[in-house]
C-alpha cells in the first residue's frame, strides 16, 4: 500500500489535533501537525534530510491570525514559536522550495479573492475547515493526480480574480518594458530595497543620477512612490537585483554618461 504523507500547519490546537486524528485513522495515511509556519518549515526541512518528504501540506488559510504573544500549541512536536509566516507566504515558500509538494488551504470561509491568491502563490486546492473527512481525503487524493479543488460556489468569483489579476499583470509587464536597460536596473534595486545611496554605490553611478532615473521609472511607471513602482514591479515579474554579485568596472558613469 502506497502511504500519503501528510503535514497539517495551524495554530488552532483543537482544530489541528481533530483533524490530524481523523486523518491518522485512515490507512493509507501519516500524518504530522506543526503550531506555525515556521515550525512547519523545520519540519518540511528535518523530513527532506530524512528522505521521507511530505506529499500533502494542509494550511490554515488565518495561519499567524493568533493572539500576539500567545504560544499556540503544536500537537505533534515541540518547537519554538520565534518567528512568523502567514498562510499565504507558506504556500509560496514551500511550492519553490518542493516544487513536487501538493498544497491544500482550509478556510474558515469561503473567500474568491483569497483563494484566487492561494492558487496563484501555488496552493492546489482551497477547502473550508467545516468539511467531511470523506471530502477532504478526496481533494487530498486529487490534487495528488495534478487535479485543482475548490468550492463549486467560489468558482466564477476565483476566475473572475485571476482574469482581473492577468490583465494587471498584462498591463504592468508593458509599464516596465517602456524602462531603459539602466532604468530597470535601478528598479530591480528598488525592488531589492536599496535606498538611493546604496544603489549609487552598487551602480557606480552618482547620487544626483540615481535619484534622476528612480524619477523617471515612477514617471514611465505611472506611480508616485517607491512602494508603488516596487508592487507593480512584482506583479510584471521583475526580481530583485542579486545583491551577492558585485557589477563588473565598466557599467561607470563619467561625466554624466555611461561608459
Known sequence: MVRIRVLVVDDHRIFAESLAAALAAEPDVDVSAAGSGPAALRCLDRAAADGRRFDVLLVDADLGGGVPGVRPAVPVQEVGEDGHVDGLSLVAGVRTAQPGMRIVVLAEKDDSRRAALALQAGAAGWVAKDCSLSRLLTVIR??????THLPPALLTGVLRELT?????????????ESLTP?????????????????VAERLFLSPHT??????????????????????????????????????????VERGGQLA
Open 142 to 147: 486529487g490534487v495528488l493526480r495534478d487535479e
Open 164 to 176: 482581473a489579476a492577468r490583465k494587471h499583470r498584462t498591463e504592468s509587464e508593458r509599464l516596465v
Open 182 to 198: 539602466r532604468e530597470r536596473e535601478v528598479l530591480r534595486c528598488m525592488v531589492a530595497g536599496l535606498g538611493r545611496k546604496a
Open 210 to 251: 540615481v535619484r534622476t532615473h528612480m524619477q523617471n521609472v515612477l514617471g514611465k511607471l505611472g506611480v508616485h512612490s517607491t512602494l508603488a513602482a516596487v508592487a507593480l514591479a512584482r506583479r510584471a515579474g521583475v526580481g530583485p537585483a542579486d545583491l551577492g554579485q558585485a557589477l563588473t568596472g565598466d557599467v
